[in-house]
């Protein structure tokens, strides 16, 4: 893979995109365009407490 395609897949990479912006290469709008268009996956999220239990969600802290 070459360095322009590789920087081309970390375009949207969480940990590049604010280093883009302060930079210029990366508009504000063209990033918050991109993050409305992402589809939401909570549904997939599974909850789990630190000992690998898995949190109850009527658990009350």
């Known amino acids: 893979m ?3 395609e590789a ?6 990479d969480t940990r590049m995109t604010e280093a883009k912006v302060n ?4 508009k504000k709008d063209e990033l918050q365009k991109h993050l409305e268009q992402l589809p939401d996956l909570a549904h997939n999220v599974e909850k789990f407490t630190i000992d690998g239990k898995p949190a ?3 658990e009350s802290h």
């Open 23 to 26: 930079s210029g290469e990366l």
């Open 2 to 4: 070459s360095l322009a």
């Open 7 to 12: 920087n081309k897949n970390l375009k949207w």
């Open 56 to 58: 109850s969600s009527d």
